[in-house]
Every structure is written in structure tokens, then in C-alpha cells.
């Protein structure tokens, strides 16, 4: 992994984060306090980006590339499209990590270090949380809807196979 280490005045990065589907609407001075507590991560080919059953305090948002994620050595899914969040239990507490994500190929994310967040002052606190529990919602939301259409699927192939 490599892993960079100053943000908030990258132009670059903020222009790639503007261009990321549910991040488009927020505005550009909560995105640069974002910026000001992540990193960029860059993963190579198969290398692990979260372990299963580990503890970190990292958010993770898919910049460029594609990962897979592995439960109990199944895989469950892939993500693939800019702005796919993943890690984000964190968010809601200490807990372990319930599935591990490798790159399929080379992956760029943006890694939100949540832990540091705490320390700021309320409003900038509010404004990050913001940003991501409103992401957080929209990838649930999605994940749901998946899901559902999946047990749709299943339950008509058994009702189909009796």
C-alpha cells in the first residue's frame, strides 16, 4: 500500500472527489475538511485492504479501481463504481470488521481516519458527519435494495423448483 499524507489544498483530489456521484452535492469547503482528516490509499492487485474480524478506525471510499469483498472466504460482492463506501461500520462504533476487501486490480480510495474526527470542533464535527452518514444512508439504501431484489430471486426459484 502506499499511502499519501497531505490533502487539503490538493486540487487534483478535490476535483476527483467532486466528480464522485453522492459527494457531488456537498460543497467545497466540508469536502477540504474531509480531505484534512483522510488519505489517499493506493492497493495493488490482491493486496488486502480490510481484514476480516480486525479493528480500525477507517472509512473507506472507492476513487478508482475495483475490490472484492470476501466473507468467510465467500465472496460476497464487488465494488467497482466511484464513490462506493465500504468500512463504514466504524462510523457507528468499535466494532470488528465483518468481511475483508482485497483490489482486483489497482485501487485508489480515500481512507477517512473516523477516529480523529472527534477531536474537532462541533460544527466541522457536524459538517464531516454529515457528509458521510449521508453517503453511509445512500450505500445502505442501495445495499437494501440489492439484497431485496436477491431474496426476490431466491424465493421464486424455490417456489418455482416445488
Known amino acids: 500500500m502506499i499511502e499519501s499524507t497531505y490533502l487539503k489544498d490538493n486540487h487534483k483530489i478535490m476535483n476527483d472527489l467532486k ?11 466540508d469536502l477540504r475538511k474531509l480531505l484534512s482528516y483522510s488519505k489517499i490509499r493506493k ?3 490482491d493486496e488486502q485492504i480490510i481484514a476480516e ?3 480500525d478506525g ?7 479501481g ?16 466511484r464513490g462506493d463506501i465500504f468500512g463504514e461500520m466504524s462510523l457507528l462504533g ?3 470488521r465483518t468481511a475483508s476487501v482485497f483490489a482486483d486490480n489497482e485501487v485508489v480510495c480515500l481512507a477517512i481516519d473516523n477516529t480523529n474526527i472527534d477531536q474537532l470542533s462541533d ?13 453511509f444512508a445512500e450505500t445502505l439504501a442501495n445495499r437494501l435494495k440489492i439484497t431485496s431484489e436477491e431474496l426476490i430471486n431466491m424465493k421464486s426459484k424455490i417456489l418455482n423448483f416445488w
Open 66 to 81: 475495483s475490490a472484492r469483498v470476501i466473507k468467510k472466504k465467500k465472496k460476497l460482492t464487488t465494488l467497482d463504481k
Open 58 to 64: 477507517h472509512v473507506y471510499i472507492l476513487i478508482y
Open 53 to 55: 474480524g480486525s479493528y
Open 43 to 45: 492497493y495493488k492487485k
Open 123 to 135: 460544527r466541522d464535527k457536524t459538517s464531516i458527519y454529515y457528509i458521510l452518514y449521508r453517503v
Open 19 to 29: 466528480g464522485i456521484p453522492n459527494l457531488v452535492s456537498f460543497k467545497e469547503p
Open 94 to 96: 468499535d466494532f470488528s
